[in-house]
Structures are given as C-alpha cells and as structure tokens.
C-alpha cells in the first residue's frame, strides 16, 4: 500500500508508517479489495492554502508566452503516452476499465486534446485589432488575459478525458488550477498531476484538491476565479448556487439521459452495433453512455434481436487479469439498484430480452449482466432515470416524429445520436434535439467534442466548453483603446454643454442613424 498527499500538509511522512487517519481515503482494487493506495485528505484550511499557492504560482505562469505554454502541455501529453502502460493500470483497477477503454477512450482524447490546443492556442489567444466603426479616431486590441486559479470540479465517470481537456485549455490560457475530482477516482487524477509535475510544470500550478464538499466550498469561497462542473445536475446546481453566492462565474456541462435514435431507415447491423457499445462499454458508465434506445417500430424486432445477440457475446470480468469486454460497476450497490429497476420495467409492460442478474466476484465493484429490455413505457425509471450501469432500455416509437417527442421528454443530457441513412433527415432531427452534440451514424460524443465549440448550459450557468470559443472563456477578454492622432485639450462631447452642441448631436443623430436615402438623410439635417 502506498501513501498519497497533494499538498505540504499533512504529508505521508508526517504519520508512523501503516498509520491511516480516520478520513483518508483507502483505494481498492474493484475486483479483489487489494488495497491500492491510502489518500491524505485535505481539510478546508489546507484547501484554501492550495488555492493561494496555485495564485502564487499563477503569477509566474501568466508571464510565460503561449507558446512556451504550449511546449509544457505537450510535453505532459507526451509524458503520459509513455506511461500509458501504468495509468491504464490504474483506470482498470482502480475504474474497473478495459484496457482498450483506457487507452483509446481515456487517455487518446487527452493526450489528443492536449496537442491539438497547444498547435492552435497561439492563433486562438492572439490579441484581436479592432477599428471602431463610431470613433474612427481610435484604435484598439482586445487581449485575452488569464482568469487566475480555474477550478474544475469533475466526477467519477469522467476520471481524465474530460476534465484534462479543460486542464490543458485553462493552463494554456495561463492559468493555475485546482482539481478536484469525485472520492471514486482519485488514483488517475493523482497519478496525471505526477506525471504533469515530474515533467516540470511547477507543482503549485496544478493541485488535486481531495475531501469532500466542504473543501471545494472553501476554494470557491476563497476567491477561486472560474469554476467548472462536469457531472449531475445536482452537483452542478450545488455549486452554481454557492458561486454565485462568492460572485465566481461558472460553466456547467451536466449529464442526462443520453438517447440513441434509430430510425426506420438505419443500418441495423451498424445501430446495434453502436447501440451495444454505447450502452455496455465501461459497464455503461461514461457521461456519454447511451443511457436508452428509442427505435422505429418497423425495425425494431430485428434491431432488438441482433442487440441481443451481440449483448449476450459479451465478456464480463476482471479487466486486469482477463481478456474481458466489461468489468464492474464503480459503485459497490448499483448491481442491487439495477435489479430493482429492471423488475419494476418489467412489471410495467417491458419484456426482459437478456441478463437481469446479479454476479458476484468479489471485489469493490458491483457486478451485473448485460441486460436488454424490449418496450420499456414511458414511466419506467429505466426511461427516465439516469442508471450509470448495463442496463439497455430500448424503447419503441411509431414513427419518426414519435420518436423524437420520445427524446424531447426533459430529461436528455449533452449528448445524443441518431442512425438514419438520410443526412436530411439525420440535419432534421438535430434541429428538435435540445443535445449540445449530435453525432449522426455514431456514439461516444465526448471523444469528437473538442474542436467546436459545446453548450455548457447547466444550472445556473451557460456558455461554452471547448473549441476557440472554450479556450477563450478561460481568459478576461480586455479591450484597450487608444487614439489614433492628437485630440485636443477640450472634447466636443465633454461638458459643459450648450443648446448649439445639443442641436448638434440631435441633426447628427438623424443624419447617421435616421431615415434612409440621401434624400431623407439631408433633410434631416434641417
């Protein structure tokens, strides 16, 4: 077992050896309980001590040139291709992830996000000329300033993709940051700041916050200068209430219920495909997981049939010790909740196609069978309810339109998908999905989210994540005027004022902004 701490105090040294505080937090291999790694915990204080030292450090860091920035989030991103081997370990272990997963579905999107904005960054923050079009005497540049310290509050579905996109983008927007990721995936973020640090970015610039809700109150409180949620509408709200109680602006990017659409005239095999995938990769637990299907009912039983087949060929294990397609789930009681949801999908008129039990293996984790219910109703909770487990919902809609009224129900999330053959169609049915990414004939929305701009609408919070847009939400956009000749000592539009200026300004008015024509333009100069 080993000792982790992210902060001066208190430290693994500062305890005998094999002593554990009552707070810390012991990691376990889901499969097995072999314990993992023991946790230091921080309290409020050392929270808001980490949020001075990450301001500290910040001050350094905004001095350096996007470019030398960039150097450093590439060679992180590279830093951890080279300890692919070890931090894949620690997703299967620890995250219950296959290895393929972690690779091509954790660390890729990362790594690639990372690089993609260190090439485009120097164009994206470049300053802006502006040539006002009132004051023509004027000039001016819009300079795109670092906020100061970025907190980003991330889940444990989302354990590095996600949140080391926005890393990267705040620190190469010049940046501190203080991360603070869910209790149940702590191991990658620790062992990402470590791979961060030994590659030299200074150790105050990038801190994992670890405790519970009080300290990321106290980062908030102490004055942190941009808050990013990734997670429930729950956690979001909780935090958008409490900055905008210590006037911190937020940004939100919450999960739903995140549909698939098949259409009567999808690609069977290649939906159901999809659809398996979507639904049963990571044990159905990624933001962007395909949390139900609603499928045209002319396709449907051939659709469903092939689902099944392709659902029951699937391998369930210990993804570090077996050549498996799914491991558990990451909470130790969700096999029990989603049995109990399954049953009660059944009672309401859903038919149980496969799985619905429960395995145990031992271990942290939680085991369930990949499980696929034919014509879930509407008020099921599997219809509504976000279930982070492999449980397929697929449900059955009449028609086109029908399905997507289906999906319109107040409840989807970010993402959504929909297999048609038309591009016309597939354009039509994105324009009555409220999704802020649509993927058409694909799934796994996250891993393709990078490049464009994505609506962070949440709770109390909108904007956008990602893209040139993203990247500059990290900043202060900071407007700097200045004049183009000599004015003079007196301004014609500072008092004191006279009738004659008044009538001025109004016949100029009149003449700029009135009516058009030259004739009507004229006139109103008398």
């Given at each position: 077992?080993?000792?982790l ?8 040294s500062s ?49 350096e ?7 450093m ?20 272990r ?17 790594v ?51 949140p ?8 190469l927007?010049?940046?501190a940051?203080v ?15 470590e ?10 610039l990038?801190?994992?916050?670890v ?15 941009l ?6 509408k ?94 558990p ?36 984790g ?34 086109n ?6 999906a ?50 949440g ?6 994540l ?48 009135g009516?058009?024509g ?7 100069l008398?």
């Amino acid at each position: 077992m080993e000792m982790l701490s992210d902060s001066p105090t208190p430290s693994p040294s500062s305890r005998p050896p094999g002593a554990r505080a009552a707070d810390d937090i012991e990691v376990a291999d889901l499969c097995t309980g072999e314990a993992l790694a023991t946790v230091v915990t921080h309290t409020a204080d050392e929270a808001r001590s980490l949020l001075r030292s990450a301001a500290a450090a910040q001050q350094a860091w905004s001095q350096e040139n996007v470019g030398a920035r960039a150097a450093m989030v590439r060679r992180v991103t590279e830093a951890i291709v080279q300890q692919a081997d070890a931090m894949s370990e620690v997703l299967q272990r620890a995250q219950g992830m296959c290895r393929f997963d972690a690779i091509v579905r954790e660390l890729l999107p990362c790594v690639d996000a990372g690089q993609w904005y260190a090439s485009e960054a120097p164009a994206m923050l470049a300053d802006l000329a502006i040539e006002p079009h009132l004051r023509g005497h004027r000039r001016g540049e819009v300079r795109f300033v670092p906020r100061g310290v970025v907190a980003v509050f991330s889940p444990w579905n989302a354990p590095l993709a996600e949140p080391l996109t926005l890393i990267f983008e705040a620190l190469l927007a010049g940046n501190a940051v203080v991360w603070k990721p869910s209790s149940l995936a702590l191991l990658p973020a620790l062992r990402a700041r470590e791979i961060a640090v030994r590659e030299g970015l200074p150790a105050d610039l990038l801190a994992v916050l670890v405790g519970e809700r009080d300290v990321g109150d106290a980062i908030i409180d102490g004055g942190v200068d941009l808050a990013i949620t990734l997670g429930s509408k729950e956690s979001a709200r909780r935090v958008a209430a409490r900055c905008a109680r210590a006037s911190v602006p937020s940004l939100s990017s919450v999960a739903g219920k995140t549909t698939l659409i098949a259409c009567d005239d999808c690609d069977i095999e290649r939906a159901a495909r999809a659809i398996v995938a979507g639904r049963f990769v990571h044990a159905g637990q990624r933001r962007d997981s395909v949390e139900r299907a609603i499928v045209h009912a002319s396709v449907a039983d051939a659709l469903s049939r092939r689902v099944i087949e392709l659902a029951a060929s699937l391998r369930v294990g210990d993804p570090w010790r077996e050549a498996v397609d799914m491991g558990p789930s990451r909470h130790h009681s969700r096999a029990t909740y989603l049995r109990v949801v399954t049953e009660e999908a059944v009672r309401l008129g859903a038919t149980l196609g496969l799985g619905g039990e429960l395995l145990h293996q031992g271990g942290e984790g939680s085991w369930f069978t990949p499980t696929v219910l034919l014509g879930v109703p509407e008020s099921a909770r599997l219809a509504r309810e976000i279930v982070h487990g492999p449980v397929l919902p697929l449900m059955i809609a009449t028609s086109n339109a029908h399905a997507l009224a289906l999906a319109e129900d107040g409840v989807g999330g970010p993402f959504a998908y929909v297999f048609t053959e038309s591009a016309e169609r597939a354009s039509a049915m994105a324009d009555g999905l409220r999704a802020s990414v649509v993927l058409h004939d694909d799934v796994f929305a996250a891993e393709v989210a990078v490049d464009a701009p994505m609506d962070a609408a949440g709770p109390g919070a909108a904007g956008t994540l990602h893209g040139a847009d993203g990247l500059s939400r990290m900043c202060r956009a900071q407007h700097r005027s200045v004049p183009s000749l000599a004015l003079p000592a007196r301004d014609p539009a500072w008092p004191p004022y006279s009738p004659l200026r008044e009538q001025v300004a109004i016949r100029a008015l009149r003449t700029v902004f009135g009516r058009h024509g030259v004739v009507g333009r004229l006139a109103d100069l008398f």
